[in-house]
Structure formats: C-alpha cells, structure tokens
C-alpha cells in the first residue's frame, strides 16, 4: 500500500505563485511513477504533470508547459508541483496519483496502472 497526501493548495492571484507537495508513506516510493492530475467543477479530470520513479522523465500538459515544474525527492518521499504564472483557469482540485509509468496519449498526459491517489488540494483564483 502507498498512501499519498497532498498540501500546498490556497487561494492565489492571477500570475502568482504555488508549490503543491505530496507525501508518499509505505511501499517503496521510487518504483512508481506519480502524476498530477486536476479537476474543476463541471470538468473531465485532467492530467497536469509526471515523472518517473527515478525522476528522469517528464512530461507535462500544453496547457502548463513552461509554468509548472514537477519534481520529486526519493530520499523524503515527496512530490512537487512548482506552478508559476497562474491563470484562473488552474483553478482546481490537484491530485497526485502513483502508477507504473507516465504516458500521454494524444496531448494528454496520463499515468498507466494508476494504483493509489491522494485525497487532493483546492488551487482557487482569488481575482
């Protein structure tokens, strides 16, 4: 079993700045790969961002490229989405999820054999 937890989320200005975490606890964290995945109210859920166990892949959503980071800590056990340049469009419940691979499929990012999820963290549009 992994379990993951995810904080970080609040309410932020248009072109502001947030780092979202999650932290992993049980089996062995770098043999999964974990995805960012969004959902706003009245939308599909929406891969943001992954990366591999080990950290040398990534991939990411158009919709982020260039403003969000992801990136992981094996040794902490923990996951970072860096999301810079906000939109309110970015305004959503973010989750992490644990799989075995990241993938896209079309321009949408995925994660194959999504195992585990977090509970997820509110990103709000204060404008």
């Known amino acids: 079993q992994l379990q993951l937890v995810e904080s970080g989320g609040g309410l932020v200005q248009p072109g502001g700045s947030l780092r979202l975490s999650c932290v992993a606890s049980?089996?062995?964290?770098?043999?999964?790969?974990i995805g960012w995945f969004r959902q706003a109210p009245g939308k599909e859920r929406e891969g943001v961002a992954c990366?591999?166990?080990?950290?040398?892949?990534?991939n990411y959503a158009n919709s982020v490229k260039g403003r969000f980071t992801i990136s992981r800590d094996n040794d902490k056990n923990t996951l970072y989405l860096q999301m810079n340049s906000l939109k309110p469009e970015d305004s959503a419940v973010y989750y992490c999820?644990?799989?075995?691979?990241?993938?896209?499929?079309?321009?949408?990012?995925?994660?194959?054999?999504?195992?585990?999820w977090g509970q997820g963290t509110q990103v709000t549009d204060s404008s």
């Open positions: 990366i591999s166990g080990h950290g040398t892949y990534t």
């Open positions: 999820a644990a799989g075995h691979s990241c993938t896209e499929v079309g321009n949408r990012v995925d994660l194959n054999e999504r195992e585990y």
């Open positions: 049980g089996l062995a964290f770098d043999y999964y790969a």
